[in-house]
């Protein structure tokens, strides 16, 4: 998202808790961005980057700043472009500290590696453990940083200019980001795009979205790069900047535009992976799938653990669209219990399933599973029986992960990173002591208890020739390694084929089973411990992951990739799955170590003094890509001596330097005219914040040719730490004319103060000051009593709401979860001009979600006013409706226009035309799938997706008093009185920068419909 998008959202954010007004039609909900911790910042700088840290992980910056050096050279040489400017680099230890971001105001999810933000080049990254991951990430969203300076340079200067109309296409930035940072192509690109083109939902590319742009877009770079050459990358994109078309870009340098390009990608991909079908078989070919997710909606099945009478499975699904741990019969997958509801509280803000998994305790009574709580990760014990949680454990690390419950039933065994270290810890349950049994830089993973208690298998990217602490090591390629315990020696089970993870042992300790890629694609393998033999037990299209063997030893269940997501499979006969010694290997892999060997025999002829090297086994880092860096860092100048010291210390280290506040613009825009009755007139809008977002300040002007016609904001935005506040000042002047048609201004200035507190990323509570003076004054007099109504008010209003929102959302709107809100709000009697009341007001919403997009919705909101000044509440019409019909022309007094409050929707109806100072409203609706694709040729070319379709019903009430209010009636006919209700249908669609929506109502009181409907077109997602 870029800067200007954030500063829009913040400020109008504020403008709506100042301004309370009429027009504020929707409370505000939202999920938090719950900052947990206060972080200490420093700064190293190399040549083209600073990098931003904490206090302590210094280490963590230095291996950052080094591998973007290194990365920038490839990214230079592939694009021919040197960057204009420094690039901010800001790293997290951890992705719950990365998650507390204020570079952009998004909740970030966990499965987002990093990101880089456009306006000011900030590239934001968090380390997760592994250094191989790291220094992709860093690789990736580097590229992201210098197409932005290619395309855009100065991004201030660009928004006047005409370059800053040309959008790069995802699939491009996001293809090319994973193409230089994967060396080209990986294996887990070639799994889903192998699986797309064989299972037929390879999309042409200026449709593709989501999760498979990153991998079409890679592919479709591949493509360019193999048949085109490198060379087209930076002349498509120099092209785009100067045309400002993709389509006008690709013709010019390749010929095809992006329709012609899909069509001859996709045909290729078909080419190259449909023979693969002859070779390997689909997972439920050899194994009982006990999970499909295309049939219950579920995207993730995953991280399957036997329980240890084996009858019983304990997975990670998304199937009801919050990530959750259910117990599925391992017969046939029947759910027998939703145990964990995740995603919901803050105890369970995230389950990290994407990195953990699941260990039931020897007696099958209990499991273990790690969550973020709170803001960082512990280990939950919980009873099976009742889903009640007994024990949590607690410890001072970054982030916890793959527990391993002990055969004795006493200690538990996981992942820990700790200031950028990831190791194996063990625990005792009934103490929480806690030891740490590896202590190095090496990426340990995946600790797996052997049958006897003696040994813990793991995976890890330590060297197999010196298990020294080193920070120079060929980092992301995975073997398996056993750790005894007593002595904690440590011996390697796999060397040099593929990269090996995943271990899980046989009952009787002789064999483990394991992942690994050697063929190219990730099949399970199993271990003899005693004869040292290792062979493949699947041989399958695309993938398989985290097997658990069963206690019998006669099964093992696994999840696989296929179709586009994950399901749970159980392999029953444990056997050689083809007669040869391996599994055929892909083309990928083939045509890789042909080329890596190739390289390798060129390298030595130059270098004969330099030993060769084997990079068959760098999945990740490919040879091809290893010995192109070598050779880019002999190629490339050297920058100038001077220039490297004055970032490094005489010993060779950077200089570490605290971290400064220093304000730059995140947004800039506006615009002068002039008239004949206001004269000149100038509007601007400013928002200036520091490097990491903590400090925001925000002016807004709309200058006239004197003062006090002139309206200006000023707002200050603090959200460094937990408590958020904001304060500011503000002065507006309006011109409105009455139901009288008389001509009057409003001018109102004051203060505003606010105060949020978020108890978890789910619920919060804020507290908003406002003081607001209101006069007014009329240009002509009452046409009756031919007096000026000139009035002047001075109000103090204190709100507290109490927030908490769970929503999942969809294309239009919220689609699973809830949301509620209390608030109450005062405006005390301080003065003799003062308005004085209190107001208080309920909404709870609720979401079913079924058959993928089918949605029912509850609202019930209500609300009431006392005090001499009572607010009104409005109710009538659809929110942010256009054009609407007002259903009053009484709704100009300062009560009225300032404090009151639209309620909506309430369709049949116009807008205010139910007003008092007590209301209720209910909406019931269905949300369908209506049009999943419209496209029109003439008279415009027009394109829309998923269009939604609604069936609703609206009833609610507003009245003054109590005695008067009746219901309904039976005078002429049982039916509606003072309540009123409205049915209809509607249309939504997404238009990419709003949603749109169409709605037909007709009102009706049970006894009478009216003869023709009202009609609502209006902006803006659903309630």
Request: aromatic share 14%.
């Amino acid at each position: 998202m870029r800067s200007a998008t954030y500063c829009l959202i913040m400020f109008s954010l504020v403008s709506l808790l100042l301004l309370g007004q009429a027009a504020a039609q929707e409370p505000y909900f939202g999920k938090n961005k719950v900052h947990y911790k206060y972080f200490d910042w420093y700064l190293i700088q190399s040549e083209n980057f600073d990098v931003y840290y904490y206090k302590g992980e210094y280490a963590l910056a230095k291996f950052a700043a080094d591998v973007l050096q290194d990365a920038y050279l490839k990214v230079r040489r592939e694009l021919r472009y040197d960057l204009t400017k420094r690039i901010p680099v800001i790293i997290y230890n951890s992705p719950n500290d990365f998650q507390q971001t204020n570079v952009i105001p998004n909740l970030i999810d966990e499965g987002v590696g990093g990101f880089t933000e456009a306006f000011k080049t900030r590239v934001v990254v968090p380390f997760t453990g592994s250094y191989e991951d790291f220094r992709h990430v860093l690789h990736h969203e580097l590229t992201h940083a210098v197409i932005y300076n290619m395309l855009y340079g100065n991004t201030f200067g660009s928004l006047f200019s005409r370059q800053y109309l040309f959008q790069l296409p995802l699939w491009f930035a996001e293809g090319y980001a994973e193409y230089s940072s994967r060396g080209g192509w990986d294996i887990q690109a070639d799994m889903v795009i192998r699986d797309a083109a064989i299972n037929g939902y390879l999309t042409p590319l200026e449709f593709t979205g989501g999760f498979l742009v990153y991998k079409e877009g890679q592919s479709a770079i591949s493509y360019i790069v193999e048949k085109y050459g490198e060379e087209k990358l930076s002349e498509i994109l120099t092209k785009g900047r100067s045309q400002l078309s993709m389509d006008k870009a690709l013709k010019s340098a390749i010929g095809l535009d992006q329709k012609g390009l899909s069509e001859e990608w996709m045909k290729a991909q078909r080419k190259r992976y449909w023979p693969e079908i002859a070779l390997r078989k689909e997972a439920r070919e050899f194994a009982k799938q006990l999970t499909h997710h295309p049939k219950d909606g579920s995207y993730v099945n995953e991280k399957p653990a036997f329980s240890p009478a084996g009858d019983r499975l304990a997975i990670f699904s998304d199937r009801s669209d919050y990530t959750e741990i259910y117990i599925v019969s391992a017969i046939d997958g029947k759910v027998i219990k939703r145990l964990v509801k995740g995603e919901r509280s803050g105890d369970f803000e995230s389950l990290h399933s994407y990195v953990s998994g699941l260990a039931w305790s020897p007696d099958g009574k209990n499991l273990v599973f790690a969550s973020k709580s709170k803001g960082i990760d512990i280990l939950n014990l919980i009873r099976v029986k009742d889903g009640k949680i007994y024990k949590r454990l607690l410890f001072q690390l970054d982030a916890i992960r793959s527990p391993s419950w002990s055969p004795d039933g006493e200690r538990i065994a996981f992942v820990g990173i700790k200031d950028g270290e990831s190791d194996i810890y063990v625990t005792s349950i009934e103490d929480q002591e806690l030891l740490k049994l590896t202590d190095d830089v090496y990426g340990d993973e995946d600790p797996s208890f052997s049958p006897d208690g003696r040994f813990l298998a793991f995976s890890s990217d330590r060297p197999q020739d010196s298990f020294g602490d080193s920070s120079e090591y060929d980092y992301g390629h995975y073997d398996l390694y056993l750790l005894e315990l007593e002595s904690r020696r440590i011996t390697e089970l796999t060397k040099g084929e593929g990269s090996n993870t995943s271990p899980t042992w046989s009952p009787d300790g002789s064999k483990i089973c394991f992942v690994s890629d050697r063929n190219g694609i990730y099949n399970l393998y199993v271990a003899d411990l005693d004869s040292s033999e290792i062979f493949p037990i699947t041989n399958v299209l695309s993938g398989c992951f985290s097997p658990s063997w069963s206690t019998e030893g006669d099964k093992i269940a696994f999840s696989a990739f296929q179709k586009g997501g994950w399901d749970i499979f159980v392999i029953k006969e444990i056997k050689a799955a083809v007669e040869e010694d391996a599994l055929a290997k892909t083309p990928y892999l083939l045509a890789l170590e042909l080329d890596t060997v190739s390289v390798a025999v060129d390298t030595v002829e130059e270098e004969p003094e330099e030993p060769s090297r084997d990079f068959s086994s760098f999945v990740f880092r490919a040879g091809k890509n290893e010995l192109d860096s070598l050779a880019e860092l002999v190629e490339e100048e050297i920058p100038e001596k001077s220039d490297t010291i004055s970032y490094r210390l005489a010993n060779g280290e950077y200089r570490e330097r605290k971290y400064k506040l220093k304000f730059t613009p995140d947004l800039v825009s506006g615009a002068l005219s002039y008239d004949t009755f206001f004269g000149f007139q100038g509007q601007s809008l400013i928002a200036v914040s520091d490097m990491l977002g903590n400090h925001t300040f925000i002016l807004a002007t709309d200058v006239v040719n004197t003062i006090d016609q002139s309206n200006f904001q000023i707002f200050y935005l603090y959200q460094a730490r937990r408590l958020s506040l904001g304060t500011g000042i503000f002065h507006t002047k309006y011109y409105y004319i009455d139901d009288l048609d008389r001509l009057f201004s409003d001018r109102m200035y004051g203060a505003v103060a606010y105060f949020s507190f978020p108890f978890s990323k789910f619920t919060r509570v804020d507290l908003d000051l406002t003081q607001l003076s209101v006069d007014r004054r009329y240009n002509e007099p009452h046409p009756v009593t031919q007096t000026f109504d000139d009035r002047s008010v001075k109000v103090l209003v204190a709100s507290l709401s109490w927030i908490n929102d769970t929503v999942l959302w969809g294309h239009t709107g919220p689609i699973n979860g809830s949301r509620s809100l209390f608030s109450y709000e005062y405006a005390p009697d301080i003065t003799s001009r003062s308005l004085t009341y209190g107001a208080a007001r309920m909404d709870f919403r609720k979401y079913f979600h079924f058959k993928k997009r089918y949605n029912f919705v509850f609202r019930l909101t209500g609300g009431f006013s006392h005090g001499d000044d009572r607010k009104k509440f409005f109710l009538g019409g659809q929110s942010n409706w256009i054009g609407p019909s007002l259903g009053s022309g009484d709704i100009y007094g300062i009560n009225e226009l300032y404090f009151g409050n639209i309620v909506t929707p309430l369709r049949g109806y116009r807008y205010f035309e139910v007003s008092g100072s007590k209301f209720f409203l209910t909406n019931i609706e269905l949300r369908y799938p209506f049009v999943e694709h419209f496209i029109m040729k003439f008279p415009l070319p027009l394109t829309l997706h998923y269009i939604n379709g609604t069936l609703f019903y609206d009833m609610g009430a507003a009245w003054n008093e109590n005695d008067r209010f009746k219901g309904g009636t039976s005078e002429g006919g049982t039916r509606l009185k003072d309540i009123k209700a409205g049915f209809g249908f509607g249309a939504r669609v997404n238009l990419g920068f709003f949603v749109l929506r169409y709605d037909v109502g007709w009102a009706t009181d049970f006894d009478w419909v009216a003869a023709k409907p009202r009609h609502y077109v209006s902006l803006g997602a659903e309630f």
